[in-house]
């Protein structure tokens, strides 16, 4: 995935101005989020967009819904755009150069009308927690926590959540065990969780989690296998099917 863009079935995604490039998390993300039971033209959130590939992605697969993604990269953002504005869901979608932080802010004062608007909100977040940062501030933004560290993005994304709606992400998993208590304590309950295994006899290294702002949630535990014999597994191809070209 080192080219200067790649190509799904419906949408490219451009991403050679962007810090982090089209990879497995997000498209596993993109197109696992099980975002049940979404009203008609329901809003959705992408945060950390970056080229817009989750966003188009959601937007594919929910036909009806509003979805917003924001980055703090404003170069990010301009390609973001670009890419929606050649899919065929440029109607639906828009991106915005702001933070987490920001657009809950903005929220709290009413100085926008995000405050508890969105059904549904998907994250692929940064995660490394290494004292050593890269020292291109691009990647340093989209792989660390300095910018979006796991409580406030849990705490910013309740607050921008309509009640009963969902919150998706992919996490490394080690970290999924401490995330999933910052939810709990914000009243987010867990409704799904996938483990992503590269291989059946390897401990999973990706979780993929699911919240929801709900008391009555029935949690379902899923394992994914993404290779067998050294080719895409019959699940992962199923999971992708709608996405990749092969």
């Known amino acids: 995935m080192s080219n200067s863009y790649f190509q799904f079935k419906q949408f490219t995604i451009r991403h050679e101005r962007c810090a982090m490039k089209v990879g497995t998390d997000g498209v596993l993300l993109g197109a696992w989020a099980p975002f049940e039971g979404l009203p008609p033209r ?35 953002i301009a390609q973001a755009g670009e890419n929606i504005e050649a899919s065929p869901f440029a109607a639906r979608c828009r991106v915005e150069c ?51 560290p796991f409580d406030e993005l849990v705490q910013a994304s309740v ?9 998706a992400v992919i996490l490394p998993t080690p970290a999924f ?10 009243g987010l309950a867990l409704e799904a969780r996938c483990d992503v295994k590269t291989t059946a006899h390897k401990a999973p290294k990706r979780t993929l989690a699911c919240f929801r702002k709900s008391t009555d949630v029935k949690r379902r535990d899923t394992t994914l296998v993404l290779t067998e014999n050294g080719v895409r597994s019959v699940e992962y191809t199923a999971l992708t099917r709608d996405f990749y070209l092969h």
């Open 42 to 76: 329901a809003r959705l959130l992408d945060i950390g967009t970056g080229s817009g590939l989750i966003t188009l992605m959601l937007a594919q697969r929910y036909p009806q819904a509003q979805v917003l993604g924001i980055d703090i990269d404003a170069a990010a």
């Open 98 to 148: 702001c933070s987490l932080q920001q657009l809950a802010q903005q929220a709290a004062t009413g100085a926008s009308d995000s405050a508890q608007c969105f059904d549904a909100i998907a994250c692929n977040p940064p995660f490394f927690e290494e004292s050593l940062l890269p020292p291109d501030a691009g990647r340093r933004d989209a792989r660390h926590t300095v910018s979006l």
């Open 159 to 167: 607050q921008l959540l309509r009640p009963d709606g969902h919150f």
């Open 177 to 186: 065990d401490a995330f999933h208590l910052l939810c709990f304590a914000q």
